[in-house]
């Protein structure tokens, strides 16, 4: 496999969401080096991104009680402003100019896993977007204090039911365990002495703020992770961050989610280093630059919404655009994920689990309805004859296999089919 090609595919499908038509033959002339450089390249402005308007998403108040006038109108609002969240955050996807802004808001919405699902407001959902977002690239601890205010975290993981008397330690064991140590850098003991300190939060959920009460709230020192303080939420937050697991673990994170979910992270990588000042951009910046991303044995699936959104971006569709967002959103649904229903604490599986019989079928089926949609204006302006060697160019892909190429040519007379074959091969949905 051509070594360029195969970089600079994972630069595209990764650290990015795909390429538009011409994209790819552009950072192909361009080369490695500099294609690497403009994805990590913030710009100053995203023009595609500015093209989204941002959804309106206003505090709808306290839930009514059941069977009173007020509940309908109350759920329908909940229900339109949940589906317009989830619909913009796909458009700023598909249409965003720097791919890695948007990708690393989606990473990171997986690592601080939190569901609509139980959250139930959309407001304290978009609140934390919004957060996620400010610190994709910046400051981990920064975004970690952030996170211990947010919310919808807090209620996802109980935190407004914590008090003095009775501190409840789901918090404070994610907090360690998913979210910023990782799994046995901690003990039993340093979970209780954390949860006393993340006691009194109060929430006023709808409105999405947080408060700390102090009649609600253990002031007493305690002992974590061997040294003890008075602790505050956020300079227990600065004091976990700045413990050398946590680069370890933000590393492993990264790795992955970017290069390898079945590969164990090597020891050596340098993005642990790179992530010392816990500033986030320079370890994705060598992630990006690490031997892995050529080495073919690095494959990694795209997840439903990464494959969805890379589609939209070759097909040049727009999610709101399509023809029925709740038929949309009940395709994603059918593959297993939606923005910001994530299935629990952990965040969205990956490898394997993305490639069942019944998901084929569903991707198959999603697969047919986009197309229907697009008039298929790059594919089309390929010549026939040179159509199954330059559609890898359309759609990023580093290389058919023998496989996929036969079954391409057996479609060339049908532009749609042809599109199916191509957005549902194995080479289009694992990114080699």
Same mark, same amino acid.
């Not at 992770?225 to 602790?231: A, E, H, N, R």
């Given at each position: ?140 601890? =920064?975004?970690?204090?952030?996170? @211990?205010?947010? /919310? ?5 993981? #109980? $935190?407004?039911? !914590?008090?003095? *008397? ?107 280093? =790179?992530?010392?000042?816990?500033? @986030?951009?320079? /370890? ?5 630059? #690490? $031997?892995?991303? !050529?080495?073919? *044995? ?107 190429? =036969? ?26």
């Amino acid at each position: 496999m051509n070594a360029k090609r195969l970089e600079i595919a994972r630069l595209s499908h990764r650290f990015a969401f795909g390429p538009r038509p011409g994209e790819f033959a552009a950072a192909l002339a361009a080369g490695v080096s500099a294609t690497r450089q403009k994805v990590l390249t913030v710009p100053a402005t995203d023009a595609g991104a500015a093209l989204v308007a941002n959804p309106v998403i206003t505090d709808l108040g306290v839930r009514p009680k059941p069977n009173t006038p007020e509940i309908i109108p109350f759920v329908t609002g909940m229900r339109n402003q949940t589906e317009q969240l989830t619909i913009w955050w796909l458009d700023r996807m598909a249409m965003s100019d720097h791919g890695l802004s948007e990708r690393m808001a989606w990473f990171w919405h997986g690592h601080w896993a939190t569901s609509i699902t139980k959250v139930d407001h959309p407001l304290a959902m978009y609140k934390q977007n919004q957060v996620l977002r400010q610190y994709a690239l910046g400051n981990f601890a =920064a975004m970690s204090r952030a996170m @211990v205010n947010d /919310a919808a975290l807090q209620y996802w993981l #109980d $935190g407004q039911t !914590s008090t003095a *008397k009775a501190p409840n330690e789901n918090l404070a064991r994610e907090l360690m365990e998913l979210f910023i140590l990782g799994v046995n850098r901690y003990t039993e003991d340093d979970v209780k002495a954390l949860a006393r300190v993340l006691t009194g939060y109060q929430l006023s959920l709808n409105a999405a703020t947080v408060l700390v009460n102090p009649k609600r709230r253990d002031m007493g020192a305690v002992i974590l992770l061997g040294q003890s303080s008075t602790f505050t939420a956020e300079s227990a937050s600065d004091y976990l961050v700045a413990k050398a697991d946590c680069a370890t673990f933000i590393a492993e994170r990264l790795w992955y989610r970017f290069i390898s979910s079945t590969e164990e992270m090597p020891k050596n990588l340098s993005a642990v280093g =790179a992530f010392a000042s816990r500033e @986030v951009a320079p /370890a994705v910046a060598s992630l990006a630059q #690490d $031997g892995a991303m !050529s080495n073919p *044995k690095y494959s990694m699936v795209k997840s439903p919404v990464e494959w969805f959104i890379s589609a939209c971006r070759a097909l040049e569709l727009t999610p709101s655009k399509l023809i029925d967002s709740k038929q949309l959103i009940n395709h994603l649904n059918k593959l297993g994920q939606i923005p910001f229903y994530p299935p629990n604490v952990g965040g969205w599986p990956a490898a394997e689990a993305w490639l069942s019989s019944a998901s084929a079928q569903y991707r198959i089926a999603f697969a047919s309805w986009l197309i229907k949609q697009s008039p298929l204006r790059a594919l089309n302006e390929i010549p026939v004859d040179r159509r199954v060697l330059a559609s890898a160019d359309w759609l990023g892909v580093a290389q058919w296999s023998p496989r996929t190429q =036969a079954a391409l040519r057996n479609a060339l007379g049908d532009p749609q089919e042809f599109t199916l074959l191509a957005l549902c091969s194995p080479e289009y949905v694992v990114s080699a």
